[in-house]
Nanobody, 121 residues
Framework: RVKVVESGGGSVEAGGSLSLTCGVV????????MNWYRQAPGKEREFVSG???????KYAESVKGRFTISQDKSKKTAYLQMNSLKLEDTAMYYC???????????????WGQGIQVTVSS
């Protein structure tokens, strides 16, 4: 089976920085593209940042200029650096993995378990 491993997050004061990591443990011949979503209490899950299948980066307007996504393809890992954090960035952050054909079990969710990011004043 494929495994999604998330790490990072935590608590920080407004203006501070945190980072998130999403790694995939899977077959060596497979390619993965990671995307980050977040969900605040009482709100719908929303896109934050990620890679499309061409390797281009995408950002939500609310995080442009503050968040930077990068990846290490050899390690099948993506990193989200979050700077100048705001109170409204507080949420549970989830990694969503897209994979090359036949590289994801049909009966397995491609969402990570989620990591809490809390920004305080």
């Amino acid at each position: 089976r494929v495994k999604v491993v998330e790490s990072g997050g935590g608590s920080v004061e407004a203006g501070g920085s945190l980072s998130l990591t999403c790694g995939v443990v899977g077959p060596a011949h497979c390619t993965y593209w990671m995307n980050w979503y977040r969900q605040a209490p009482g709100k719908e899950r929303e896109f934050v940042s990620g890679f499309d299948r061409r390797g281009s980066t995408k950002y939500a307007e609310s995080v442009k200029g503050r968040f930077t996504i990068s990846q290490d393809k050899s390690k099948k890992t993506a990193y989200l650096q979050m700077n100048s954090l705001k109170l409204e960035d507080t949420a549970m952050y989830y990694c969503l993995v897209d994979s090359s054909d036949s590289c994801w079990p049909l009966d397995q969710s491609n969402w990570g378990q989620g990591i809490q990011v809390t920004v305080s004043s």
